[in-house]
């Protein structure tokens, strides 16, 4: 035998010994390449970011990323599982900036751009090898020697061929737009960026009332802003043209304009003149900070989207600085001066060279010496920080590239409608919400470690878009096999311009790294430019799964970038998993101290302990709480009991010397048959829940099986499996079946556990095991189903609980023998079942079914309140005549019927209300009730139950002393007995492997060193 069943289970030490077998048998390699024939069913790798090591929420990912592909593999498809990484953007470069000790673009272009995206690549190619090794050892198979690598040029050209795609459609293209943008790393964000999980955070400001005197000077306005860095960009004051406005008497004499509503924010008292906004629309005012772009004065512009909740109702528009602004301004044609650099420095005026969140309090102290500042103070808000690197992103005017999804959103909508996604909710929920609400997809980013922008502009302004490495070298005019399509080499490659006279060289930016990401169905393939590649039987994906936040990400760009170019969508069904959370529902961070550590999991309960866990422990996509307790726990009742099952059936095999045939088997025994039935349900339940992607009610199902399995027939059937007799080859057949295919129903769960028990159940010496790795078998069939049997079972079972309840409540020893019992309120069963119930509960007859009732009595007590006044005459006669009423009256009055008695020699009426009733169970009994179904034992106790009893307990004694004394459970022994336990020789005998039974007192004196127990002795037969 391969592996070591002889003791607990431990599943580190088991796995390893799996992991050795596996790797010198190939296992792995043979399993990827396994079912060459078979029908297509495709999965994508969602790449994770190689930027550090991987983590527990990695390990929960790829369990439910490896689960269904290896049940469609056993089923016969042709599942291709190719590994992925995504090695590039701005989490590289921080993490690389960071290592070279680089703090600006300034410095990465100082340290050579070529360098850096150098160690870009070392650093993600050095991270490939960790997460490799830790995914492996959790058993998750992909094939990660074919990984696709999104740094790679046949990736990088075949990102550019989907850019081409979208490019000829009209959809990428330049606009100047304010965007978040991170002036740390120098770069915009998207929409979908800005939507990931932490980016909003409380953030307090200094903010303030700011005057704008009227260039006639007889008012005022008074307009707030929490960022009053953007006033030098101020060229407008919003009003909403439908409001009041009051004019108030300010300090010093001043006329305050403020929206009446608003106005007690800066002032007391009563308005002295009241207008509406459009009387102010139009009106200049003399602007902050004049420039040479916008002039010394600003306009008062007309918006319907003034804020009634904040602020003094008049709104200060910087058109560079705020996405509102810009519209309203450009719709009122006025300019957009923009005095700040992407470092996030002022480039001219008073602060220049001053980063403008540090210019705030500069900005402050002058508007209050110039008389401006009405009104300072504190504000916390929810303000967007940059997803990577935390700093408060900022909103700011730049021209850069977009796809242009909004104006095609209606087709993303359309395509997901074709999608399946677990759970539904998503669909038209979380997903279908953010495609409605599309906006265009923010494209380029200032980096370097990227895919590079395929677009060459010339001096005239012509752009011209590349779709692969060979259009490049048609517009170069040279070789350019070998060239790095990364920058900067990519950089220095020029060409004439089509259009014109003039040189192209290409644009700066970078691609978002979510492009990379979306192209992957095509682009893992190099399609189109690698010879050989193509989408035939490779899209769409049948199946994809990753984290919920991926709405936003990895399911987002898949859909539109494919949609786009393939017309489709790419995946069919989607698996949203939510986070990890420690015990008390806390996210698991590093500052928290509640992070678990992958490796320190998989040193404890082994890969097959977290897998089992993560299946076993509700459903996926809620939030999963973890810690090493609860895995212990889930393992050692699931995985612990099944071992032992496993254990139990091959100790037994070997010394009944069981060897399972190769032919169909049908069970006869009763236990036997309910197994295998409730088996057929267990595969027809599993595959149901495994072709739905519902994983977890699967592990829910087995679970419940093993306990089935270890707690009833195991137990009921125990001995079976050992008797000095003839081997019960009914009992090990069937036990083996049922291994046989709960290993090949669990292989997709616990691949380490499932290899074990599938070599486990086969005796060595045979020629191997066939397969010889449980990964190569075929998903099991279910078989037909006894569900009068598995009812009656189930009747069986609730039927023992009650007994067994009753047992405890009359506190009998479960060793004492009963005479009878009694089950109401469940249907009969057959004698077999019976047979049973009496042998759990340790009764000798059992009655039940419709005509039994339960030893309970009816005392029937007089309502004196009612029949006093009636019969005051005859209250000793008639007391005692409803005390002894006969059983037929009682069940008159019991069903609401009045009865007629004589008494005394009078005709007396009795009405049901006229008697109450108590129910006392018959002396003698125990009973108890439970939902419409009862039970009751007889307790009393005859001499022969009581020596049944002493006999049970003394064999029980000797078994013990067998132990003590090291004897193997097949060794023969010799006893002698005390006088009361001689009569049950025979019995005592058969059940402690004795060959001869003597009278204790003729235990010979000098006859060897025999074991003294108490009315007992024995010794090893094999001794004399
Ligand atoms: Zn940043
Ligand atoms: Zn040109």
Redesign the pocket.
């Known amino acids: 035998m391969v592996f070591d069943f002889s003791g607990n289970l431990d599943l580190p030490q088991l796995e390893e010994s799996v992991l050795r077998y596996w790797a010198e048998h190939d296992v792995v390699d043979r399993y990827l390449a396994h079912r060459p024939d078979g029908r297509p069913w495709v999965t994508y790798e969602g790449p994770p970011t190689v930027n550090g090591k991987p983590a527990l929420h990695h390990v929960f990912t790829s369990v439910y990323k490896d689960v269904y592909p290896r049940f469609q593999t056993m089923r016969g498809r042709r599942v291709e599982r190719r590994g992925g990484w995504d090695c590039q953007g701005l989490p590289v470069e921080i993490a690389v900036e960071r290592n070279l000790g680089l703090r600006s673009k300034q410095e990465i272009v100082e340290h050579g751009v070529e360098a850096f995206t150098r160690a870009c690549q070392e650093y993600a190619t050095g991270n490939i090898g960790e997460f490799r090794r830790t995914l492996s050892r959790y058993g998750y198979w992909v094939d990660f020697d074919r990984a696709y690598r999104t740094m790679d040029d046949s990736y990088v050209e075949s990102v550019w061929w989907h850019l081409k795609e979208m490019w000829d459609k009209g959809l990428v293209f330049e606009g100047e737009k304010v965007l978040p943008y991170c002036f740390r790393c120098g770069t915009a964000l998207s929409s979908h960026e800005l939507a990931q999980p932490g980016v909003y955070r409380d953030r307090e400001d200094r903010s303030a009332f700011v005057a704008f005197p009227l260039l006639d000077g007889s008012a005022e306005l008074v307009a707030w802003t929490t960022t009053p860095w953007t006033l030098p960009a101020n060229v407008a004051v919003a009003v909403e043209p439908d409001r009041e406005y009051g004019v108030y008497a300010g300090p010093d004499g001043r006329k305050l304009v403020l929206a009446v509503s608003r106005a007690a924010q800066v002032v007391e008292g009563e308005p002295e003149r009241v207008l509406r906004g459009s009387d102010l629309v139009g009106r200049r005012y003399t602007r902050p900070y004049a420039d040479d772009i916008a002039g010394a004065e600003g306009v008062v512009v007309g918006w319907d989207g003034v804020s009634d909740d904040t602020g003094s109702g008049l709104v200060h528009l910087a058109p560079a600085f705020g996405e509102d602004d810009a519209k309203v301004c450009a719709e009122a044609g006025l300019p957009s001066p923009n005095p700040v650099d992407e470092k996030g420095e002022f480039t001219s005026g008073p602060y220049a060279g001053t980063n403008v969140l540090e210019a705030v309090p500069r900005v402050l102290a002058d508007l209050a010496e110039r008389g401006l500042l009405v009104r300072e103070h504190g504000y916390t808000h929810s303000y967007p920080h940059c997803w990577r690197c935390a700093t408060p992103l900022l909103y700011w005017a730049k021209p850069t590239w977009y796809i242009g999804t909004a104006r095609v959103k209606d087709r993303f909508v359309e395509e997901n409608e074709q999608v399946t996604w677990h759970p539904a909710h998503i669909k038209h929920g979380r997903f279908g919400n953010w495609l409605e609400n599309n906006v265009d997809w923010a494209l380029a980013r200032d980096r370097y470690w990227g895919t590079p922008l395929p677009v060459w502009r ?1 001096a ?1 302004g ?1 752009d011209t878009c590349v779709g692969s490495r060979s259009e490049l070298a048609e517009h170069a005019g040279r070789d350019l096999a070998g060239l790095s399509l990364h920058r900067p080499a990519v950089d220095d490659i020029a060409f004439p ?1 089509p ?2 006279d ?1 040189t ?1 060289h290409r644009v700066q930016p970078v691609c978002d790294v979510w492009l990379d990401s979306g192209c992957m169905p095509a682009a893992q393939q190099g399609y189109p430019a690698t010879p050989g590649s193509t989408l035939r039987d490779a899209y769409p994906a049948d199946f994809i799964c990753e984290a919920i936040d991926q709405t936003r990400g990895w399911f987002y760009s898949m859909l539109v970038v494919n949609t786009l170019t393939h017309g489709s969508a790419p995946y069919r069904n989607v698996v949203c998993l939510g986070h990890l959370v420690d015990d008390d529902g806390r996210k698991m961070s590093k500052s928290l101290g509640n992070v678990i550590d992958p490796q320190e999991t998989l040193n404890r309960f082994g890969a097959d302990g977290v897998r089992w866990y993560f299946f076993n422990s509700g459903a996926p996509w809620g939030s999963r709480r973890v810690s090493l307790t609860s895995i212990d726990q889930r393992v050692g009742k699931d995985l612990g009991t099944l071992w032992n099952v496993v254990h139990f059936y091959r100790r037994y095999a070997d010394l009944a010397g069981f060897v399972p045939g190769d032919g169909a088997f049908e069970p006869e025994q009763v236990l036997d048959r309910w197994l295998v039935s409730r088996l057929n349900a267990l595969v027809e339940s599993v595959t149901e829940d495994l072709e739905g992607y519902q994983a977890h009610l699967a592990a829910q199902s087995i679970a419940a099986f093993v306990d089935d399995l270890s707690n009833w027939y195991i137990r009921r059937g125990r001995r079976r499996y050992w008797s000095t007799g003839e081997t019960d080859r009914g009992a090990f057949a069937t036990l083996h079946l049922v291994l046989a295919r709960l290993a090949r129903l669990m292989a997709p769960f616990v691949p380490f556990v499932a290899e074990a028990i599938h070599h486990a159940i086969t005796p060595a010496g045979e020629g191997g095991v066939r397969p010889d790795s449980v990964h190569f078998d075929d998903w099991p069939v279910a078989g037909p189903r006894d569900l009068g049997l598995e009812r009656d079972m189930d009747t069986a079972r609730r039927a023992t609980s009650l007994l067994r309840a009753a047992r405890t409540k009359a506190e009998l020893s479960v060793r004492q023998p009963l005479a009878q019992g009694v089950v109401v309120g469940l249907p009969a069963l057959p004698a077999d079942f019976q047979e049973i119930v009496r042998e759990e509960v340790n009764i000798r007859s059992l009655a039940m079914g419709d005509e039994v009732t339960l030893p309970v009595g009816h005392l029937v007590q007089p309502n004196w309140r009612r029949l006093g006044p009636r019969y005051r005459q005859l209250m000793k006669e008639l007391g005692e005549a409803v005390r002894t009423l006969e059983a037929d009256a009682v069940g008159k009055l019991r069903a609401g019927s009045a009865v007629t008695l004589a008494v005394a020699g009078q005709e007396v009426t009795i009405e049901p209300d006229d008697v109450s009733f108590q129910e006392e169970v018959e002396t003698g009994w125990t009973a108890v009730a439970d939902g419409g179904a009862g039970a009751a034992i007889d307790t009393t106790l005859d001499e022969g139950l009581l020596a049944e009893f002493r006999t049970r307990r003394l064999i029980r004694t000797i078994q013990v002393a067998r132990r003590d004394l090291g004897l193997d459970i097949q060794e023969r022994v010799l006893l002698w007995l005390d006088d009361t336990a001689l009569a049950s020789g025979e019995e005592i005998a058969r059940e402690v492997l004795a060959v001869e039974v003597h009278p204790l007192s003729a235990l010979p004196p000098a006859d060897g060193e025999p074991y003294r127990g108490e009315g007992f002795a024995l010794r090893p037969a094999s001794g004399r």
Do not use: T
């Open positions: 010339c005239n012509h311009c259009d014109c003039r192209a």
